[in-house]
């Protein structure tokens, strides 16, 4: 059983994976995320080149650009996303698998195709039974047309049921009863693999209380144990956001306060503290309380290469405190850790 992390291609989130141990490297299967950016000048070779550092070597990365625009990227290149990633990727070494979906127009899945054969890691097919994005299953005839046009056979695609944002337990029910469904029916056609993955956290801090811990609950991981209770076939893999919301990130304005998205075994504890202090000072008080708190896990500052940045910050070791994207870093180094051991010692996230 492994662990499917879906998260935002932006450079915390590649901190974190370039970071991980070997340990959690062999537990994970990282789906990225283009993000749209108006503020950057070419989207994928930025994406491209944080991948050629920070993608362990020899860990195929299956990266998902259905956020972008399908059409030509910057005005005179040829082919639109996919096609662009292929090749970007490929010059930087780094294996692909493209992530596609049964509505995609013929020229993506054609992108698609050719990327797979360049790459050779097969694909990766994401169906929505969101609430606000619900899709209709396809039918027979929309796989094997699919799966026709990648040239590939169900046992080289892996198979992707997104449930969306979940931040109830009756949206909890409610969505673990679409996954379900949308999973027994798919599994005869034997993928790869087969994941279920939602995503609780909220959508922004705003309103959380300052200068403490507030917890959210992560409900993507109780709705996946609610889908393998019902289903007595092959364990689908687990899925979730890291420690954002599933949704593309609105432009954000202005700098965060200090905050750390801690994840512990059923929730996250959210810090954000309020900025009294010069610069982002005041992440040195809140990395201390966080160090001297119950959630400070028993291994400390060996839980990941996150927990060992907060861990000198506590102490006064760093002369930075960082900013929000190595707050973010250190956060999704700390999640990854976490769910990826509790998957291989438990087998629960």
């Known amino acids: ?61 299956t990266v998902d650009s259905g956020a972008l625009p399908t059409a030509r990227v910057l005005e005179g ?13 490929g010059l930087r070494g780094v294996l692909m698998c493209p992530v596609v979906r049964h509505t995609d127009p013929r020229d993506t899945l054609a992108e698609a195709s050719q990327a797979v054969a360049a ?4 694909a990766c097919l994401r169906l929505s039974v969101a609430i606000d994005t619900l899709e209709p ?25 997104d449930a969306g944002p979940v931040d109830s337990r009756l949206a909890c029910d409610h969505l673990a009863a679409r996954a379900l469904t949308a999973l027994k029916a798919l599994s005869p056609w034997h993928w790869r693999r087969e994941c279920i993955a939602a995503g609780a956290f ?36 687990f899925g979730d956001f890291g420690v954002t919301h599933p949704w593309m990130p609105l ?9 750390m998205r801690y994840t512990t075994p059923e929730d996250w504890q959210v810090f954000v503290y309020p900025r009294v202090r010069s610069g982002n000072d005041d992440f040195f008080i809140l990395s201390a309380d966080l160090v001297e ?56 996230a």
């Open 119 to 122: 790459h050779q890691s097969g």
């Open 77 to 89: 290149d040829a082919g639109g996303p996919i096609a662009r990633l292929s090749e970007s990727m």
């Open 251 to 259: 432009k954000s304005r202005g700098t965060p306060d200090p905050n």
């Open 293 to 348: 708190s119950s959630y400070w896990p028993v291994t400390g500052s060996r839980t990941s290469w996150g927990d060992a940045r907060i861990k000198e910050c506590a102490v006064g070791q760093r002369a930075k405190a960082g900013g929000g994207t190595e707050w973010r870093a250190w956060a999704t180094s700390h999640h990854l850790a976490v769910v990826a051991t509790s998957l291989m010692t438990a087998g629960h």
């Open 1 to 61: 059983m492994a662990y499917v992390p879906i998260l935002k291609g932006k450079a915390g989130e590649f901190s974190a994976l370039e970071h991980v141990t070997p340990a959690v490297r062999s537990g994970i299967r990282p789906v990225m995320e283009l993000v749209p950016d108006p503020d950057v000048r070419d989207v994928l070779e930025t994406f491209c080149d944080r991948a050629m550092d920070a993608v362990p070597q020899g860990m195929v990365l």
């Open 137 to 161: 299953l396809p039918q027979r005839g929309q796989i094997r047309s699919l799966l026709r046009g990648l040239r590939l056979e169900p046992e080289e695609v892996d198979l992707l049921i």
């Open 202 to 237: 909220p959508a922004n801090l705003t309103g959380f209380p300052r200068g403490q811990a507030t917890p959210v609950v992560r409900y993507d991981a109780q709705l996946w144990r609610r889908v393998l209770s019902g289903y007595d076939q092959r364990l689908p893999d």
